[in-house]
């Protein structure tokens, strides 16, 4: 101390830099070289700046240049930000035990040349810069033991993800960084709880200088201060001084200060400040976000990382700074890649025990069009690559995992992948995109090394890929399953694409359809599509494509696509079916239903034809036919029959040639040869011959030859056919086998024996006849005979002769055969003919031949000479016929005529010889006309139609005779003179008149006059006159009237009576005479539109007295014509000559006042008169009414109601006269916010000019609202009157429900339900006091749709008020969460729902200790082996309510062993008992193992007791576990225990399966029979008959009776028409609206008594009253009710005042209270209140009379109310009456201001029933549901997999027993 100038009496302490006391005891601490300070208080502050030395190891070089070769091995990447991240690596483990914030800061002043590094950690001390100066003096080789013991203290416990901050490691990575970055660094820093900062400078420049000095390079000062001093600092070192002020608010800190800035990455550093800020955030995105990264929802983010703050500055002059906090950067890559990740894989593996790697797989699937796995922005491509686009999709050719280390990502590791999720050679469920798609991360502890720059692991994917290396996989909160790894990832996969990825669009909807063939529940529906769009590439129906991942490929043509779904039009999906039918059709020919992803999307169509052509030619195609032994049988062959048909060989051959016996493909068919040989006859194919023949291994297919089956003559095919053995069939995939025909024919062979031939007899003598003679082969078949054949033919009796012989095929016709002979009678004679042929062996045929007499050849006439005959006798003659033998003969249609020659008229005779061969020829006489001597006539006899016998002629004299022959007429003419009258001719004459003195003659035929006698007189016939007098025509004839008209003709016929048939004829026209009248017609229409020229024309014929027309008339004469009427303008008419008769008369046109229908028209010409009548219509359209419909006052309805009365639109005239004008297009403009349904349409008038467009239902806001008819017509548009329709409040219709309910309650499980009152409420916000309590329900249903919970339905309490319901005794599920309540008001089909309330349920008190996943009974040892000590490797212990809900609390579970009396094991843990910390009502434990050595009994069961600190109630949990001492009993007990907990797992399973089943049995029984009990106690609330048994039947009845509510309801009643009141809570409505009255005549009375006040606003409150006035200028009339004076309102029960003066008596009139007839809809109370003081006592009688009666007798006693009759008078209260003012007007003139009537009764009546049957429906259904639900449950509890799996739980416990029971013997 004299030597540190100390006086003794002067108090001193040392201490090192540190400030830690020097004394003897820690002294050996002190080292060589350590600085020392004296000082007189530990804590002393520094009064001057210490330089400390300090000293590293050598060569400079290995610091300065170390970064160089470090960074500048970068993978082609700028290394800057990596640099940046060993300086942030120092700084976060700095920071890693702050409680607060932990604030890293990277500052860039690069204009001044300065980077600072700032962290607000824990400091270093002067020996700790020391050590971080020295080259690779990692955290385990430094001297402070004790600081490290420190650090790996204060490492948090089982870190997520690794995430410890423990990445300071190597003494290396800082130092390489800064030299990399610049040329100089300044380290100051001040550690937590010291007062001295602590500064070491190192630069490339003190080390250049050093070494030229040769001075210790590797030495240097630490300069120890106290804060924000900075007096060392030079000039322009300004920003260095700001920091260093900075400290003073510090209490620990680490500053790193950079200058001599590399130039090279000024650039880089500016220009890309973004980028490398982005991957500064991806290398520490763990650390900055917590383990579940930069998730979308920040709440979820681990609260233990958000307080790193880490933030770069870069400062620019004349700029603003820019900042970047590196947890705001959301576009880096893990970030990209958790946020369009659908789904996670978290798995966990095990290195060596100790070396623990903790993993995650994202999916990104595809959506839509596109993949949306991320782009990694930094990506390097290799040279390769540049050219050549990637051909996999999604990550390319990346590999899939980052790697991080210890939370820090290493940026130049990736691994590829593992063979448990690498994507296999082939595809097998899922397609090998998807492999593609996966992004994964990687944390591994500090057990696997990493370079000292942390950019490479050494040995990472070794390790993991090595066999031992134990994975599983993570669910839940950290909880481990040991499974397959493999398989659990290809699950995990395989519902990724089928749940996210969205791959594949259907597009081109064609329908829906169900597949009968698949299982009930994938029966459908199916969407149907006929194409799909897929990785670019467009699939259409019709389409070949290939399927793979089948055994064979299968190839067909797409017929559709298949989608699982109710699916309508374009979507997106995973996959689906393709149906196509399977190709070659002519192998296959059947429809293929297989997935999607089967198809191979990657073939070429050429690929598939090629396929497809190559298989079908292997198919047969053709046959290959051979004739070995000759006698081929060639196409179209002609053979004889008999011939023989020699051995076939046939061969089978396929496209390819090669010779085949079987089908090709897995089935091998076998071919079969199937010979026919087939005779094609008249009657149908014959099959002659039939052989079928197999393939044998030496022979071919083969037939042997026929002998003689071919002898029918015709066409034969001789076919070769392949057929399939097995069916027959000639056919295989509807394509036919090949086959080879021949078509041949067979032809006769020579002639060898004959037939006689059918021939028809009997023959005639001398007539030619054939024979035919048929010949044949030696086969029987026709054969042609040959020339040279002569047969002989004879016969006894006969002469024959044959003079040819013709051949017919087959036949010799024997022709011109004549035989003569003799044949006495005409019926025949028999004889029998030999036929022989010279040359044929056979004996003669002989045959029977009839033969008759022969044909006529000889005609005999008697007399044959001429003889006399008298005029008018007939001539006779005798004939006979016979044939050439002179043998009678006869033959039918034979007949013998005479034709007489040598006058006119002369008769025919003939004689029918047809039945013998004589007679007799004669007929009618001979009569010559006008004979004036004897005349000579010929007669020629001759047979008809047999010319080969001569006529004969035979001459007659014929002498004249008396008869009358001929008749003359004659009448007399205007002189008196007979005039004749030629036959036929025509006679005129006047039309009426008659012609006179008609006169006749009569001659013979010699021309003498016959003497007209009375005899002859009776002969003479006329047909003019029906009755003549017989003396009358003696020489003269009758008159002969001409007709009357002069279209008529008369016939005159004059005849004689006798043979003679002589008469006479001639015809009697008249002509028109004088005009005698006129006769109007009308050319078209009658009617005349009003307005307008009469557009058909009038028609003006002159008749004389008959009515014939003249049609010829003298110039002139339209002078004499003219036309007269009233309102008729003469002077517009037009007169003309008709075109063919008469006179035309157009222009006819009335005056505009005439009046409508029927006016006469007077026609006058030469006197004569006629009239006619023409009907006057409306004119043309010109404007539009509407018939009952009034536009002055509006009609008032209900929202959604009926208007009164159909809107009928009439078309009127421009007088509004209605026009009856059809087809006018009509149609209706109406406000935009009036609804009207149906939509009106525009539609066309009918022939009344009414366009009817119904009746509209309405619907709307409240107000009035306009409608107007407009007509087209043309291009002119007619608007017709406004109709206004005021839409009011329904007070009758639900529209909205009001829940009201104490919002501060609280939701525990299975708590109670606070008090919901639910208001319905009417659109006018009334009460809607007939709602029904069985319409509204309360439904509770879980927020979370995945919930596995039944959604809640209540119903409100019986006791509720009317339209106010309460629902009290509800109560909450047992399950917790967020509750949705929502209530439902169903009335018909109307429906209103509630806002929906959300309240959270939370669980109930803490109960007990449950396992997540059961752990089965685990078996222990205390050996060495770390497996056999394991008592738990995972287990999560849940803290759950008495319902089984997570409870969220944290707490500490305390774990013990207990069991057995003293020796107890003892778990491998610091303390005991072990505490496991529970956070959010969740405890993961870690591996748990036994002491090494134990103590514990061999074979003695243990409890591992698992207690929640400080909660006495919660109930613990045991975990039973064995313990052995010997390994293998403890092996053998694990695995008889694992078999045991899967029994008992598997029991578990089957028993709560049928106790789940039976209890839904109990449950539908129990709902069964309640909804049979409702349903009968509605039919007899109903009194329904049994017939009613049907849902149908309800319907209808509900149809029926709701039909008859809707037409009570739109029933045409009174409506007010005053607009509605002002919406408003504090607006009662005008008291118009306030109250409905149902008499019409008292409503019209007490209307007209309140007219003053109907339109009165009623407002609760005199601040709303004033609101209204203001708003309408004062103009609207407001009462207040706050503003009434109560006291004196009358008792609305006060009797009448008879009443209380005379109680027994009985007034006439009826007398009632005004008040009481009144009904209120809504706010009773309000309205008695309103009208009390309105009305007061106002009394109703009958009459007036009435009234003034009542009113005597009252005012006897005391003071009489006003007093108002049903038939509208009023009688003040002062007595006074009648005059106007005291007589109500009618009803339609109070402008819509008068009370509406009230809904008929019948309305809630019917409402009622419709209630009750709408329940008894529902009831009915759930019955039916009820009961189809039990027979199901009844069915499926006795299917066979119901039956095997009670056979198997039998088989399971009687397993579970043995095992027991040999447990307890090893137990033993």
């Known amino acids: ?40 208080d530990k804590n002393q502050e520094l009064s001057a700046q210490v330089r400390e030395r300090v000293s590293f190891l050598p060569h400079y070089d290995t610091i300065v240049k170390g970064g160089m070769y470090e960074y500048y091995a970068s993978e082609g990447q700028n290394p800057l930000p990596y640099a940046f991240a060993e300086l942030i690596d120092n700084a976060l483990a700095a920071v890693s035990d702050n409680k607060t914030s932990r604030k890293i800061e990277i500052r860039l002043h690069l204009d001044d040349n300065y980077i600072f590094v700032l962290d607000n950690g824990r400091g270093m001390s002067s020996r700790q810069l020391n050590n971080w100066a020295v080259y690779r003096l990692s955290k385990f080789i430094r001297k402070e033991k004790k600081a490290l013991e420190e650090e790996i203290e204060r490492l948090p416990f089982n870190a997520p993800r690794s995430l410890n901050s423990d990445i300071s490691y190597f003494g290396v990575g800082g130092k390489q960084a800064v030299f990399f970055i610049g040329s100089s660094t300044r380290m100051i820093t001040r550690p937590k709880g010291h007062q001295d900062v602590h500064e070491l400078t190192i630069s490339k420049d003190q080390f250049e200088e050093k070494e030229k000095n040769r001075e210790a390079i590797y030495s240097g000062f630490i300069r120890n201060r106290k804060a924000a001093d900075a007096c060392h600092t030079n000039e322009g070192e300004e920003l260095l001084r700001d920091v260093i002020l900075e400290e003073k608010d510090k209490d620990c800190f680490t500053t790193v200060v950079i200058t001599g800035i590399n130039p090279t990455h000024i650039p880089y550093l500016k220009g890309n400040f973004n980028a490398w800020t982005t991957q500064l955030a991806h290398i520490y995105h763990f ?13 979820e983010r681990s609260k233990f990382f958000k307080n790193i703050d880490i933030s770069v500055k870069l400062c620019v002059r004349g700029r603003e700074p820019q900042v970047m906090h590196l947890r705001d950067v959301v576009n880096d890559m893990q970030t990209r890649c958790i946020r369009t990740a659908a789904s996670a894989f978290e798995f966990k593996a095990t290195v060596e025990g100790t070396g623990i790697v903790e993993g995650v797989l994202r999916y990104h699937p595809f959506l839509y069009d596109k993949e949306t796995f991320p782009h990694d922005p930094f990506e390097i491509k290799e040279e390769d690559q540049e050219e050549t686009s990637d051909t996999r999709p999604a990550r390319g050719r990346r590999p899939i995992f980052e790697c991080y280390w210890n939370g820090r990502l290493i940026p130049y590791t990736c691994i590829e992948d593992f063979d448990w999720c690498a994507a296999p050679k082939k595809a097998k469920h899922v397609p090998l995109e998807c492999f593609n798609r996966v992004s994964g991360v990687l944390w591994t502890n500090d057990k696997f090394q990493v370079s000292t720059n942390k950019l490479t692991f050494m040995d990472l994917e070794m390790r993991l890929k090595d066999k031992n290396t134990a994975y599983c996989r993570v669910i839940g909160k950290n909880q481990e399953k040991r499974t397959d790894i493999g398989k659990e990832f290809s699950s995990w996969l395989a519902e990724c694409h089928e749940k996210h990825d969205k791959q594949i669009r259907f597009s081109h909807f064609t329908g829906s359809t169900l597949r009968p063939d698949l299982p009930k529940h994938r029966m459908g529906p199916w969407a149907t599509y006929s194409q799909i769009e897929w990785d670019q590439k467009v699939y259409k129906k019709g389409q070949l494509v290939r399927i793979t991942k089948t055994l064979p490929y299968i190839y067909g043509q797409i017929q559709k696509f298949l989608l699982f779904g109710p699916h309508t039009g374009e979507v997106y999906a995973t996959g689906g079916e393709v149906q196509l039918l399977q190709e070659p059709r002519s192998l296959y020919d059947e429809i293929r239903t297989v997935p999607l992803s089967k198809m191979d999307r990657t073939i070429s169509l050429s690929a598939i034809k090629k396929f497809i052509e190559d298989e079908e030619a292997k198919l047969p195609d053709c046959l290959i036919v051979s004739w070995p032994e000759g006698d081929e049988i060639k196409p179209n062959q002609k053979r004889q029959a008999g011939q023989a048909v020699g051995d076939i060989k046939v061969e089978i051959a396929n496209r390819r040639g090669e010779v085949i016996s079987k089908l090709p493909g897995s089935r091998q068919s076998k071919l079969l040869m199937e010979l026919k040989v087939i005779w094609h006859g008249n009657n149908g194919d014959e099959v002659i011959v039939q052989h079928i023949s197999q393939h044998g291994k030496t022979w071919p297919y083969w037939f042997r030859r026929m002998e003689g089956n071919i002898k029918h003559l015709g066409s034969y095919s001789l076919t070769l056919q392949t057929v399939l053995n097995e069916s027959g069939a000639n056919s295989f995939a509807g394509e036919q086998l090949p086959k080879h025909k021949i078509n041949f024919s067979v032809i006769e062979g020579a002639a060898k024996k004959f037939t006689i031939g059918s021939f028809e007899g009997p023959f005639k003598i001398g007539t030619p006849f054939a024979i035919p003679l048929e010949f044949q082969d030696a086969c029987g078949n026709h054969a042609k005979p040959t020339p040279d054949l002569k047969p002989i033919l004879e016969a006894p009796g006969l002469d024959i002769t044959v003079k040819d012989y013709t051949i017919r095929g087959s036949q010799l016709l024997l022709k011109d055969i004549v035989a003569v002979g003799s044949v006495p009678t005409n019926s025949g004679k028999t004889f029998n003919v030999s036929i022989r042929i010279p040359d044929f062996d056979e004996k003669p045929r002989n045959v029977k031949i009839r033969l008759l007499p022969g044909p006529p050849f000889k005609l005999t006439v008697k007399p044959d000479e001429e003889f006399e005959l008298e005029n008018g006798s007939p001539a006779k003659f005798d004939v006979e016929i016979s044939d050439e033998a002179g043998n009678p003969t006869m033959q039918p249609r034979l007949a013998v005529t005479c034709k007489f020659t040598g006058a006119s008229g002369l008769p025919g005779y003939t004689v029918d010889c047809a039945t013998s061969s004589r007679g007799v020829l004669t007929g009618a006489p001979i009569l010559i006309k006008k004979m004036s001597g004897p005349v000579k006539i010929s007669a020629k006899i001759e047979v008809t139609g047999v010319k080969t016998i001569a006529p004969q002629q035979v001459g007659i004299t014929v002498k004249p005779s008396s008869r009358a022959a001929n008749i003359e007429v004659h009448y007399k003419g205007n002189d008196g003179e007979l005039i004749p009258i030629t036959a036929g001719e025509e006679l005129e004459g006047a039309c009426g008149d008659s012609i006179t003195g008609i006169v006749y003659s009569v001659f013979d035929e010699a021309g003498r006059p016959i003497e007209i006698d009375d005899a002859f007189t009776s002969k003479v016939k006329v047909n003019w006159t ?9 020489g003269k004839l009758p008159d002969v009237k001409i007709p009357n008209l002069v279209t008529e003709c008369k016939y005159c016929h004059v005849g004689i009576a006798d043979s003679s048939g002589i008469s006479f004829e001639f015809s009697v026209r008249g002509v028109v005479g004088e005009p005698d009248s006129l006769k109007c017609s009308i050319s078209g229409s009658d009617e005349l539109q009003l307005g307008q020229k009469f557009e058909s024309d009038i028609l003006v014929n002159v008749l004389d007295k008959h009515g014939n027309e003249i049609k010829k008339f003298e110039k002139g004469v339209l002078e004499d014509l003219s036309i007269s009427g009233e309102g008729l303008i003469e002077a517009e008419t037009v007169r003309m000559l008709g075109k063919q008769s008469g006179f035309n008369i157009n222009g006819i046109e009335f005056e505009k006042g005439v009046s409508m229908g029927s006016h006469e028209l007077c026609i006058q010409w030469r006197g004569l008169k006629s009239y006619i009548r023409v009907e006057v219509v409306a004119g043309p359209p010109s404007s539009l009414t509407l018939p009952d419909w009034d536009s002055k006052l509006p009609v008032t309805v209900y929202n959604e109601s009926k208007l009164p009365q159909s ?70 548009t007619i608007s017709g009157p406004k109709v206004r329709v005021s839409i009011q409040a329904d007070p009758n219709r639900a529209h909205c429900l009001q829940v009201e309910y104490d919002k501060s309650s609280s939701y525990v499980v299975n708590g109670p339900l606070p008090d919901f009152t639910v208001k319905v409420m009417t659109e006018d916000e009334s009460l809607l006091t007939t709602a029904k309590g069985t319409s509204l329900t309360m439904r509770l249903s879980r927020a979370d749709a995945s919930a596995k919970s039944k959604n809640i339905q209540m119903t409100p309490d019986k006791k509720s008020s009317p339209g106010i319901f309460h629902f009290t005794s509800g109560r909450l599920p047992e399950m917790s969460g967020t509750l949705l309540i929502q209530f439902l008001f169903k009335e018909g089909k109307q429906e209103i729902l509630s806002k929906q309330i959300v309240v959270t349920v939370q669980p109930g008190c803490a109960k007990e200790l449950l396992p997540m996943e059961e752990p089965g009974m685990p078996t222990v040892s205390n050996t060495k082996s770390v497996s056999s000590r394991t008592l738990i490797d995972h287990l999560v212990l849940e803290l759950r309510d008495s319902f089984g809900n997570t409870i969220d609390m944290d707490g500490q579970i305390s774990v013990t062993v207990e069991g057995g009396q003293k020796e107890v094991p003892q778990l491998e843990a610091d303390d005991t008992p072990l505490l496991i910390p529970m956070t959010g009502g969740r405890a993961t434990f870690p591996s748990l193992l036994m002491e090494e050595n134990t103590a514990g009994k061999d074979g003695q069961e243990y409890h591992l007791h698992c207690v929640l600190e400080d909660s006495p109630n919660v109930l613990p949990y045991d975990l039973a576990f064995l313990f052995y001492n010997d390994v293998k009993k403890q092996s053998q007990m694990a695995a008889l225990s694992k078999e045991r907990d899967a029994l008992l797992a598997a029991i578990k399973t089957y028993r709560s399966l049928f106790e789940t089943s039976s209890q839904l049995v109990k449950e539908l029984r129990m709902s069964l029979q309640e909804a049979d009990q409702e349903e009968s106690r509605l039919r007899r609330e109903l009194k329904l008959s049994a017939s009613v048994n049907t849902v149908a039947n309800v319907n209808m009845m509900i149809s029926n009776k709701t039909r008859e509510k809707d037409q009570a309801v739109a029933q045409r009643r009174r409506m007010c028409g005053l607009p509605p009141a002002p919406k408003d809570s504090l607006v009662l409505g005008k008291i118009a609206h306030l109250a409905q009255v149902k008499d019409d005549s008292i409503a019209r009375v007490l209307s007209w008594h309140m007219s003053a006040d109907m339109d009165c606003v009623v407002t609760l409150t005199t601040k709303k009253a004033q609101e209204i006035y203001k708003e309408s200028v004062g103009k609207q009339q407001v009462l207040p009710l706050d503003s009434i004076y109560r006291k004196n309102l009358p008792d609305w029960n006060k009797p009448l005042p008879h009443q209380r003066l005379k109680p027994n008596s009985t007034p006439k009139g009826n007398p009632v209270y005004a008040r009481n007839l009144l009904v209120f809809p809504r706010d009773t109370e309000h309205c008695q209140v309103v009208f009390g003081m309105l009305l007061g006592d106002t009394i109703i009688l009958d009459t007036l009379e009435e009234a003034n009666l009542y009113r005597q007798d009252i005012v006897k006693h005391t003071h009489c109310p006003t007093i108002l009759t049903r038939q509208g008078d009023r009688v003040r209260s002062n007595g006074k009456f009648g005059g106007l003012m005291n007589r109500a007007l009618p009803i339609e003139k109070l402008r819509g201001a008068v009370f509406s009537a009230p809904l008929p009764s019948t309305v809630q009546t019917l409402a009622f029933e419709i209630d009750l049957l709408q329940n008894l429906k529902s009831g009915m259904q759930k019955t039916q549901v009820a009961m189809e639900e039990l027979d199901e449950q009844l069915a499926a509890q006795d299917t066979p997999e119901m039956k095997a799996k009670h056979k198997e739980l039998k088989e399971a416990e009687a397993q579970l027993a043995d095992l027991e029971k040999r447990l307890g013997e090893a137990f033993c």
Request: aromatic residues 6%; charged residues 25%.
């Open 1207 to 1276: 809107m009928i639109v009439q078309l009127c005239d421009e007088f509004g006269n209605p026009s009856h004008t059809s087809k006018v297009k009509v149609q209706l403009a109406k406000d935009s916010g009036l609804k009207l349904s149906p939509a009106p349409q525009a539609i066309r008038s009918d022939e009344e000019g009414q366009a009817d467009f119904g009746i509209f239902t309405v619907s709307g806001k409240r107000g009035v609202y306009e409608i107007q008819p407009k007509a087209l017509i043309g291009r002119q």
């Open 1 to 40: 101390s004299q030597d540190l100038g100390i006086a003794k009496e002067e108090d001193f302490v040392l201490t090192s830099t540190t400030r830690e006391e020097v004394t003897a005891a820690s002294l050996s601490n002190v080292e060589d070289g350590d600085t020392l300070y004296v000082l007189q």
């Open 1026 to 1034: 029906p009755r003549v007098p017989k003396d009358s025509l003696r």
């Open 287 to 299: 650390y900055l976000h917590g383990p579940n990264g930069n998730v979308a929802n920040e709440s």
